[in-house]
């Protein structure tokens, strides 16, 4: 018979095995800790009330929790209207994020042609992706922060989708 | 590049990057809900990107969240405090999900194949003592088995896994590892009784597993099949 605590039993083995990634995803794009703290205890509200929603096969379990949180940080920072400016002991956080070796190690055969693929981009197409991946932010954002005119931004960003594309559904 | 060919439509992929904002996101939120061909491609896209995911470094979630998440009342609101129906095959998906999860954390970095789907089933094993849950996964299609690390059994046992179908008489599938995660390989035979429902036990046997043919010590750790 199942109770209730089972459930909860369930849950905190899911929580174990994926909070310090999701907590990773929420901090880098909230940019604050009590913010990203926050979002981290929504996407296991979340999780817990859509785990039926799941669908094996589609996505590995990481990413489609991943995607939950990368979506709530987006929509927390998008709600709130402005992005806060990274506070100093963040900043370490707030670094592009590069890989370890380990890490590397670890990425499973997509994950590296997609790294592979991003790598054979140009610089610009490079970054623009990246930034908008990690740091979900807008076009309008993008531009601002990379100092190109709106249109040059969105010009760069599609090419560089079409030529990842090309790349990834090719290899 | 040419500077004056017209930019491709990526529509697609701007939305499932969060790029577009306003009237832009705004249109493309409905052309998912009317156009399923579109819908695909962002999720297409999604799946493309998600290699990316790995780069996010991790960092150690604070212990106020799991305190939070914790607390009997966090994952019933808004429901009533009563299980209702409708909430049961919910909470079954959350420990079955729990059960591939850890096994994809667990064992995938040695044991990531490429190829067709197998059919797969899991369940997630409850410590009787409720101290947490072992995940076990049963690849249907080879009849390979694997069980998370247990721990269960004192020196001198041996934890052996039982299968209980619907005639109630367990039926052996196999010893777990004293240490590590356990892999066996389950016959047609005894693959052909796993069905949606089952239930997976694990009892303490002397070691070299039960005299009997029937469990003879505690059972340790219990859960219910489902297909993922």
């Known amino acids: 018979m199942r109770t209730g605590q089972e459930d909860r039993a369930a849950l905190q083995d899911v929580y174990r095995l994926t909070s310090a990634k999701l907590f990773g995803i929420c901090l880098r794009i909230c940019g604050e800790r009590s913010a990203a ?53 963040e900043a370490a956080l707030v670094a592009d994020p590069s890989p370890d070796q380990r890490e590397i190690a670890e ?57 990842l594309r090309g790349c990834v559904d090719d290899a | 590049m040419t500077p004056d060919a017209p930019d491709p439509d990526m529509t697609a992929a701007e939305l499932a990057l969060g790029l577009l904002d306003g009237e832009e ?9 009317a156009d399923p061909d579109f ?53 079954a998906m959350v420990t079955a999900f729990a059960a591939m999860l850890a096994l994809f954390v667990v064992l995938q970095p040695a044991s990531r194949v490429v190829g067709p789907p197998h059919h797969m089933m899991v369940a997630s094993l409850m410590m009787s003592d409720k101290s947490g849950a072992v995940p076990a ?57 796993l069905k949606a429902g089952i239930m997976l036990a694990v009892s303490i046997e002397p070691l070299g597993g039960s005299p009997t043919g029937l469990p003879t010590g505690p059972v340790v750790a219990s859960g219910k099949l489902s297909i993922a």
């Open chain 1, 37 to 89: 703290e926050d979002v981290l205890h929504e996407v296991y509200l979340t999780i817990w009330k859509r785990a039926g929603a799941y669908e094996p096969g589609r996505a590995s379990p990481i990413s489609w929790l991943a995607t939950i949180a990368r979506n709530k940080a987006i929509d927390w920072v998008r709600a709130r209207g402005a992005r806060p400016s990274h506070p100093v002991e």
């Open chain 1, 107 to 163: 990425r499973d055969q997509e994950s590296q042609r997609l790294h592979d693929c991003l790598d054979a981009l140009d610089e610009r197409a490079r970054d623009a992706i990246r930034t908008a991946f990690f740091d979900g932010v807008t076009y309008a954002e993008l531009a601002e922060r990379k100092n190109v005119p709106l249109g040059t931004m969105k010009s760069i960003m599609r090419r560089g989708l079409l030529q």
């Open chain 2, 25 to 33: 996101r705004a249109a493309a939120l409905r052309r998912v809900l």
């Open chain 2, 39 to 91: 819908a695909r491609e962002v999720e297409g896209w999604r799946q493309r990107l998600a290699g990316l995911f790995d780069d996010y470094p991790e960092v150690a979630a604070p212990d106020a969240v799991a305190e939070r998440l914790a607390r009997p009342d966090a994952h019933t609101q808004p429901q009533p405090r009563a299980r209702s129906a409708l909430r049961w095959p919910v909470a």
């Open chain 2, 137 to 193: 996964m049963v690849d249907m299609t080879t009849g390979e088995m694997r069980v998370g690390e247990t721990g269960m059994a004192p020196a001198g046992k041996t934890a052996q896994l039982w299968m209980i179908g619907g005639d109630g008489v367990p039926k052996p599938m196999g010893m777990l590892a004293s240490a590590g995660p356990s892999r066996m390989m389950l016959p047609m035979e005894k693959r052909r009784g």
